[in-house]
Every structure is written in C-alpha cells, then in structure tokens.
C-alpha cells in the first residue's frame, strides 16, 4: 500500500504543481482583460469568461511595445517617459533601481548569473551553491584588504530570493556546471544532480 501511494504521489505531484503554476500564471495576465473598456470586454461580448484570452492580450501589448521601442520613434517617447519619471520623488528611487535589475537580467546578452560557484555559507563547515554576478564596486573595494567577488545565494526551492554577499575570490570554486544547470540542482533541493563532463582527451 505504501509503494503504491508513494508511486501515485510521484506521477501527481509534478501534474499538480505545474496545473497550480500554470492557472496561477494564466489568472493573473487574465485580469489585464480589466483594462479593456467594458463594451469591448469578452465577458460582455460573448456572455462567458473564456480563460486565456489575458494571457492573447499581454503578449500582444508586450510584442507591441518591444516593437515601438525598437525604433528611433520609441526610443525617444521612452526617453522622454524616463525623464518624466525621473523627476517624481519616490517613483524615481523605485524605477531607476527595478531598470537596473530588469536590463541585467533581461538584456540581450546579459549576464546576470554569470558562472555557478561553491561556497562556504552560511558557515565555515557548509558548502552551498551560489552565482557570481560581478566584483565589488569602486567604494566598497577600496575597504577590502583583498580581492573579492559579488555572488547571490539562491535559496532553495524558490531561487528568486537569496542573498548578495561579497567573498574573498580565493574562497570560491568555479563548477564546471552550467547555470541551468545549477538552478536545476538549486531548484531541485539537490535531488537533481548535473551529468559530470567526460574529461577532455589529452
């Protein structure tokens, strides 16, 4: 009986889960519908809620706004809201640092997590997973006797939080691992281990 229901558990879990995530994700751009006029609405369209057509919407504004700021045209109206937001007092603080956050982690090219390292956290007897994301700006640098790397510590099984710490380079080791691959290994509680290289022939 046991075997079974742990057999069971296996198969469902997962189904659950990614049923959960996904009903969350497609409720949540559903509620853009709100911004829609009410006559143009679906549910006063065609008389029913149809799921998913939030999520139509969203895509579309968000293709369509990445297509106006691809241009000259929309880099400039950009600018100009920029510079708008940039004169409000509190706003600024806030969007100046969610920019900055959103062009490391989003731009072509970027490299937010830039290689997974090992290392000693939250003690000196215990080894975690963490991600180099830079080195220790001007101002903090020059307080440091030696040099040092800026890592986040994901915490498991949500890596969208962590922690920022800044180590000795000496006291990280470099995995031959990919990102995916250590957000798997973090993700999975380190019940999914990544495929060890075969050594390069000599």
């Known amino acids: 009986m046991k075997r079974y229901l742990l057999a ?5 879990v997962p189904v659950g889960i990614t049923a959960w995530v996904l009903n969350a ?3 949540t751009m559903d509620r853009t519908l709100t911004l829609l ?6 549910v006063n369209l065609f008389g029913v809620h149809i799921p998913g057509l939030g999520v139509i919407l969203t895509v579309v504004v968000v293709l369509s ?6 241009n000259l045209l929309g880099q400039k109206l950009v600018r100009w809201a920029e510079s708008v937001l940039a004169r409000i007092p509190v706003v600024k603080n806030i ?4 920019k900055q956050v959103s062009d490391t982690l989003l731009a072509p090219g970027g490299q937010a997590f830039r290689k997974p390292l090992l290392v000693r956290y939250p003690h000196q007897d215990c080894w975690t997973i963490a991600f180099l994301t830079g080195a220790p700006g001007p101002a903090v640098a020059k307080h440091l006797a030696e040099e040092h790397v800026s890592v986040y510590v994901p915490t498991t099984p949500n890596p969208t939080s ?3 710490l800044m180590l000795p ?6 995995l031959e691992m990919s990102v995916d691959e250590a957000l798997t ?3 999975s509680m380190g019940v999914v281990t990544p495929a060890e290289k075969p050594a390069n022939p000599l």
């Open 162 to 164: 962590g922690f920022f």
């Open 37 to 42: 006029p009410p006559e143009w609405q679906p």
């Open 8 to 12: 069971g558990l296996l198969v469902w």
């Open 25 to 27: 994700l497609i409720t």
């Open 185 to 187: 290994y973090v993700i």
């Open 95 to 98: 969007y100046s640092s969610v």
């Open 169 to 174: 380079k000496k006291d990280t080791i470099e």
């Open 65 to 70: 706004t990445g297509a106006l700021a691809a």
